[in-house]
């Protein structure tokens, strides 16, 4: 498992050789692919493409004389020894084909040099608490298999998050995982004698047969292999990887998501986040930030700006008006436009809420298409439709509509949200032989809308929330990104969203959440990559001058968080408020880094010793106190070995900066 023996371009050709048993399998017409595959026909062709460091092929199997064809893409990343693959099924036969099932994406054994067991470092996936994103550790030491699957249709809603770091036996080598699919993805990880483990990924549930020439896609795997002195090695290649190759650019350039402020949220109470927001008050906000120099990257219109979201004195809000998808001319009697040329005037960028695919049943959408609406038999009384993003005429009328709406309104980002679990939805609508195809046509969709939204306007981005991170999978973070991680609103617990931070940022670089309130502890318990302050300064008591010194914080910060990441507490129970949590991002490029801590309210000790990494251990390095302006010169050694953090009161907060010593 080796990092530095995985030479990308010669896996794939080794692994996928004609002949070999390539790392897939599936069932089909109750046969194994690895007893059919060699009597198919086999092709090998090298792709082209744009990027010097990608190398790409297509191997593809068809049965013969007629049938079924097998197309496996596969990408190789020789400077991250990292290889990605997804399937491809064609009915190339005149009749319905057999049945295919038990697809399993990746399944593939792997072996380390010396016995032992494999650890299997992941994370818990959104539950909408205190603990989601929880880093987790188990280690395989039996031959049941630790199976991984989300709840409820969205690919990280549960208990798992679709990205894994499978550590060999010496902990100085393994691979991380990547699973790319939006929807019921599983993975089985199983020990195999006395120095192997088997990975084995792909859709939850799925038996179908296709049409003739009738096609369908997998989930997609990604597997980057690594060495060095301990797991984070992994991880933070992981997190370079994902910034090379699975972030949105622009003009080929990686792009950094916003510093986004909105227009005082759920403001007057009791309105609902933006449903009693006007274009006048919108703009007066606006110039109210550039007056108090406030101005964000990014203006966020969030939920409540449609028809019929307004209408609270008949029990109606932003939630149960998804489906009236037209501006509220009553309160933006000339649409969205003036408040999107008020925030580029400023020189920011707007962003909008959306939510397309949750719709209720009497909104516009629904009595206007209801032949694209999937509804729940056995649910008769409920209130909630799918949009169904598998019939083709309605994506892509649903892609002209909403294009057609960021245009006319000005709006540079667009930002999707997704409020149900569409699982019981698709299983409702499978038709009888073919579970799973629903699942398929509308992860299928979602992935060519968002593609024709990216492409139509290439500068937009893309923020990616469904009750918060509850779709965070390799495809979603390769076209987007979750500004607002989770919904988790207790913003008298910043405890949590450390905890958010702490364990997410093993896996991806970019994500945010937001803040109400400015004490650096509270604060810093918010950023990370991206943040949405939520400030309203037309409150009395509240400090403008406290907003400033925050962003003026997080503008010199922020850049790290992109970096290498070192957890310098553990990964013990997060949620504890008597614990110390403190994290390290470095940057090798330059030496510098930064180092934020939190002591807890329940907290009893004063200081606590932790050991930096990623330092040259020779180097000098001067480490400075933000707030009281200390600071101190210490070997990378001395660093690592250990170094003594120290906060008087429980509950506050510290901010290290440190950079080579002149």
Same mark, same amino acid.
């Given at each position: ?64 004389? &007629? ?79 630790? =199976? ?88 933070? *290649? ?94 933006? !009697? ?106 398929? *046509? ?24 469904? &009750?918060?991170? =509850? ?17 988790? $609103? ?11 931070? $702490? ?18 502890? &509270?604060?810093? &318990? ?27 914080? $997080? ?19 997060? #949620? ?6 403190? $994290? ?35 180097? *000098?390095?001067?480490?400075?106190? *933000?707030? #009281? ?30 950079? !080579?010593?002149?």
């Amino acid at each position: 498992m080796s990092a530095g023996q995985v030479d990308a371009a010669r896996w794939i050709e080794t692994r996928f050789a004609r002949g070999k048993v390539p790392p897939f399998s599936f069932v089909y017409g109750d046969k194994s692919s690895k007893s059919l595959l060699p009597g198919w026909n086999y092709s090998m062709k090298r792709l082209p493409g744009d990027d010097p460091d990608v190398v790409k092929y297509l191997y593809t199997y068809t049965e013969r004389p &007629s049938g079924l064809k097998v197309e496996c893409f596969v990408t190789g990343f020789p400077a991250f020894d990292a290889v990605e693959w997804v399937l491809h099924f064609t009915n190339t036969g005149k009749s319905d084909s057999r049945v295919l099932e038990q697809v399993k994406v990746v399944d593939l054994d792997m072996q380390a040099p010396a016995a032992g067991d494999f650890t299997l470092y992941y994370a818990d996936g959104n539950h909408i608490s205190k603990e989601d994103f929880h880093p987790r550790t188990t280690v395989l030491s039996t031959t049941e298999p630790f =199976r991984m699957a989300p709840e409820g249709g969205r690919s990280s809603q549960g208990d798992f998050l679709p990205f894994f770091n499978l550590t060999a036996p010496s902990g100085k080598e393994g691979v991380v995982v990547g699973i790319g699919w939006t929807g019921m993805w599983y993975a089985d990880l199983t020990k195999t004698g006395d120095r192997g483990a088997t990975l084995v990924s792909g859709m939850k549930t799925m038996r179908l047969y296709l049409h003739p020439d009738e096609s369908i896609r997998t989930p997609s795997i990604s597997l980057m292999f690594w060495n060095g002195d301990d797991r984070m090695a992994g991880h933070n *290649r992981f997190r370079r990887f994902v910034l090379a190759h699975h972030t949105r650019k622009v003009g080929g350039q990686m792009q950094k998501y916003p510093l986004c402020s909105g227009f005082n949220y759920r403001d007057p109470a009791p309105c609902t986040e933006y449903s009693c927001l006007t274009a006048d008050w919108a703009i007066a906000m606006v110039k109210r930030y550039k007056q108090f120099e406030l101005v964000p990257e990014v203006f966020w219109l969030d939920a409540g700006w449609h028809t019929g979201a307004a209408d609270y004195k008949n029990g109606k809000s932003w939630a149960n008006t998804t489906g009236n998808w037209t501006v509220d001319t009553t309160r933006f !009697p000339d649409g969205l436009k003036p408040v999107a040329d008020a925030v580029h005037e400023t020189g920011a960028k707007f962003m909008v809420w959306f939510e397309p695919e949750r719709v209720i049943k009497g909104t516009q959408w629904a009595v206007e298409h209801p032949d694209w609406m999937l509804d729940l038999p056995s649910e008769p009384d409920g209130t909630y439709l799918l949009f169904d993003l598998g019939n083709k005429e309605a994506r892509e009328w649903l892609c002209r509509y909403i294009g057609d709406l960021i245009e006319q309104n000005g709006i540079d980002y667009y930002r999707q949200d997704f409020n149900m679990e569409p699982d019981k939805y698709w299983a409702a609508h499978d038709e009888a032989g073919r579970t799973g195809m629903k699942e398929i *046509r509308h992860v299928e969709g979602l992935y060519a809308f968002w593609d024709y939204l990216l492409e139509r306007f290439p500068g937009l981005l893309i923020d990616n929330c469904a &009750s918060g991170g =509850r779709r965070l999978d390799l495809e979603t973070t390769s076209r987007s990104a979750p500004l607002w991680r989770s919904d988790y $609103y207790h913003y008298d617990d910043p405890d949590g969203y450390q905890g958010h931070t $702490y364990g997410l940022n093993f896996f991806l670089p970019i994500h945010g959440t937001g803040i109400l309130q400015t004490d650096e502890y &509270s604060f810093r &318990s918010s950023i990370s990559s991206a943040l949405i302050y939520n400030w309203k300064i037309t409150e009395p008591g509240v400090s403008f001058l406290d907003m400033q010194e925050r962003v003026k914080e $997080y503008q010199e910060v922020r850049d790290y968080y992109y970096e290498d990441y070192y957890p310098l507490t553990g990964c013990e129970d997060l #949620t504890r408020d008597n614990i110390w949590l403190a $994290y390290q991002l470095n940057r090798p490029s330059d030496g510098t880094g930064i180092v934020v801590a939190f002591r807890r309210a329940a907290n009893p000790d004063g200081s606590i010793t932790v050991r930096l990494s990623g330092l040259d251990a020779a180097k *000098r390095y001067d480490v400075r106190n *933000r707030d #009281t302006g200390e600071s101190v010169v210490k070997t990378g050694a001395e660093l690592a070995s250990g170094f003594e953090l120290t906060l008087a009161e429980p509950k506050s907060s510290l901010l290290l900066q440190y950079k !080579p010593a002149e």
